[in-house]
């Protein structure tokens, strides 16, 4: 059994893979990962390895503290990855893109997939049919934009997410929504476009916390998968292990 911690912007989610199959799912505050680490390494005493995967800073007393349980693999530049990397500043991709090229590599082989990962940032990986990691882009994510409209103007307030009731909005709260959540709609869609016109057969992945909420939203034809991260990491766990 493989115990996956991915250390998120926003919080940390933990699953538990037994042979490739998620046998369980939850999340924690950073402060509380160990403990909760520590709780599953008692529910589930087969976990072997441990895979951490972290955007923010998890210290080596945590890793020490986990090392106690099962072997620990952090994520990094160094570990390593099944498909052929073009990112020309390898050292400076994130993680969570790693996790998501791996899942991608191994989700549709031999094929032009593009992974949108919605969540705090929305970024989008290339992974083409000859087994290459493109790159992609990034961009603020819904909840970041209804924030930086609050933080830099004087008068527009923090709103939460909520559907638009059109695409014309006819009191400021109803502009905020329609502009952020129609303009991310419509970014999605365009890039979708943009990628489609260059890559024949194009496999389009969209996961995330944001994911549901905005497949129901799009044009284009996706597949929303709400583990892919997770798996990606359960393969590099096991990727890294040989």
Sequence with gaps: MNLIIDAGNTFVKLAVF???????????????????????????????????????????????ALNVFSKVHVLGPNSKVPFINQYATPETLGVDRMALATAAYYYAPQKNTLVIDAGTCITYDMVAHSGEYLGGAISPGLLMRYKALNKFTSKLPLLALKTPEGLIGDTTESCIHSGVVNGVSTELDGIIDQYRSEYEDLTVILTGGDALFLSKRLKNTIFALSNFLLEGLNYLLDYNKR
């Design 18 to 64: 037994n042979n490739g199959s998620v046998v369980y799912k939850g999340s924690a505050d950073v402060s509380d990962v160990v403990e909760k680490a520590k709780e599953l390494y008692h529910t589930y005493p087969q976990i072997e390895w441990t895979i951490v995967s972290s955007v923010v800073f998890l210290g080596d007393s945590d890793i020490d």
